[in-house]
């Protein structure tokens, strides 16, 4: 069967920098399922995209369907016969609907049962006739933004400007929003012009001619490499920042590195406002000694040629300037103002309508912070730091330095607390309760700073739970999510045991307190309680844990999460072992009985009948002694375990359910003890066993 490949190119208005990769991987992974739903056979598929095209490349394509045999099933024979032999409607209703008729019918023997089978063949399409789908493909891909433009009803993630659409040398023919495939592209817009694509093959060097480098990798090497020789001649370091990178390589077609100066008086300013100015704002990549000092150089990404390089760093440094400039005013008139009257103005700033001011929330904060501080035991020196750090910590969002660079919060913070004369410590606190503030990022190191973390972080979660903004789906405005992942990475980081669900309830409490909550505290704690688990259960999966492993740490109450990690890694371990099975299978067959236990009260071991019945109690209460102390998980699941013997000749010899109704409820009691001391390790009945 002959081969051709198949090109397709939506040339597009620039689209933002942030949603290109993603964009490219979704229309080549939605016509490599086209391909195989359609059953059309191809060697390989590769994806391209720049700032104003997305672009899927597949070699080798069939230029017919696969011929499809197949055998189809019906109804079995007495449903497929009348009582004559003569055949019902439901077998001319199948063989009609497989395109068949009686005469084809043959019954085959399927677990002791004849069933009506027909033989059925259908031919492959061409594929050229198929291809015009590929329009479905791309009006249904989705964006996180998208617009309309002229009188057309598409929404897109920018406006179409350009289809090229070739399956070898024939243009596949469809159209959107007025705009015909073709076998035409468009090359740099500045630098390129029109030209034609007649075999796909030759689209990559093509544009390559017109100063477009489709692949993005090849862009995003060639940017690196041109970083390296910058630096390499002048002796200095370029960081490369990965998310920086990535949006460099998708704002330009053809890149071409270069770098500038700034004056050696902005050094004055905190590296972190210098790099925040040229990296967000700019993006352009800062450059730094070998011993790690920031220098008055930076180096930005051309989308053209090495022509007229020098005009195009000084048009650089002149942007940059004023940025900078900026910057060393707002620093400046910053120096002029004391801590309590930034603080001052925080009453007059709503944090949100329904959950009160910037001030509030910052009381709120800090009488969280002092009850962990208090939970915890901290020394009193890191209470009053914890104190300290939590009144003033959101001083700096009224800055101007903060206001001009959000990004900067928290950085600025401890620049600025440090400069007022407030103690290490409580600088360093303030910049750290913002952390983690990405998935990259590291949890705070000080106690100080982790429970201020922890405490903010929860009552934003708590504030807004209790005014009905919940996550869902992709909605997530107030980042929830992320700030609940770092709550639950700071606990286990630190190790500290503080029972989760005290630290919710505690700020549901300071939440209720405050008239914020629209629902019972009890209905809010359940709430959050899943909401963390979702959480929780992320952070296991990305360690590896098995699936129903989680379900049976998590089956229980929260309480400490380093405990919950910990007892999840020993059943990751142990669930191999010889005996794994047999062991779960025992203390899941103490949880099932005891669930039929209706009013569980004390056990009364008077009520014995037999050795096995006093064996278990003794073991259980032997158990439960070790269990007071501080052991670890592992040693808690041996001496779980090591109940097996005496459970297993309980079972073999004691009936649970006895006739007597006082033995019964007292032998129940006993599965209700037992099970209640198994579920605090985890709710083994999740445990899949084979």
Known sequence: MTKRDL????????????FVTNSMNQLSDRIQAWLMEKKIGFDNITAYSTPRRLAVLVTEVVEAQEDIHEEAKGPARKIALDENGEWTKAAVGFCRGQGASVE?????????????????????????????????????????????????????????????ALFGSEVIPFSITDVETSNWTLG??????????????????????????????????????????????NEWVIPIDEELLEEVTNLVEYPTALFGRFEEEFLEIPEEVLITS???????????????????????VRNGGHEHLEKVAK??????????????FFYKEDQKSEIDSLLAKLTSIVYHEEIGTLSEKVSRVRMLTNEMANKLELSSEEKQTADR?????????????????????GFMGEKYALQKGEKPAVAIAINEHYMPRNAEDNTPASNAGAALSIAEKMDTIAACFAIGIIPSGSQDPYALRRQATGIVQTLINKEWNIPLEWLINSALSLAEKAGIAKKSICE????????????????LQERHIRYDLIEAVLGNEIGSLPSIVRRAEVLENRKNDAGFKESMEALSRVLNISAKAENPREVNPELFENEFETNLFNKYADIKEQLAAQISENDEFELLISMKPEIDHYFENTMVMADRQEIRENRL?????????IKKFANVNEIIVK
């Open 669 to 677: 009691n006993q599965m209700v003890q037992l099970a209640k001391m």
């Open 315 to 328: 048009g650089n440094e002149k942007v940059l300037r004023a940025r900078l400039s900026d910057a060393a």
């Open 104 to 164: 084809d019918i043959y019954f085959k023997e399927i677990n002791g049962i004849e069933y009506v089978h027909v033989k059925k063949f259908i031919q492959g399409q061409e594929t050229i006739k198929l291809l015009p789908e590929l329009q479905q493909i791309i009006t249904a891909m989705t964006f996180p933004k998208n617009m309309k433009w002229a009188n057309n009803d598409l929404r897109y993630i920018r406006p179409i400007k350009w289809l090229l």
């Open 7 to 18: 090109l397709l190119e939506i040339g597009l208005e620039e689209m933002p920098a942030r």
């Open 188 to 233: 740099h817009r500045f630098l390129g012009s029109k030209i034609e694509i007649n075999d796909p093959r030759d689209y990559v060097k093509a544009l390559l001619g017109q100063y477009v480098i489709v692949d993005s990798m090849e862009r995003k090497e060639a940017i690196v490499s041109q970083l390296e020789k910058i630096a390499e001649e």
């Open 389 to 409: 750090a939590s009144e003033i910590c959101k001083f700096d969002l009224v800055t101007n330095m903060v206001y001009e660079f959000p990004e900067l919060q």
């Open 278 to 300: 040229m990296k967000e704002h700019q993006r352009y990549f800062p450059v730094k000694s070998n011993e790690g000092k920031l220098l008055p150089f930076f180096v930005t």
């Open 524 to 539: 809010l704690s359940n709430e959050l309680t899943s909401f963390f688990k979702l959480r929780i259960k992320h952070i």
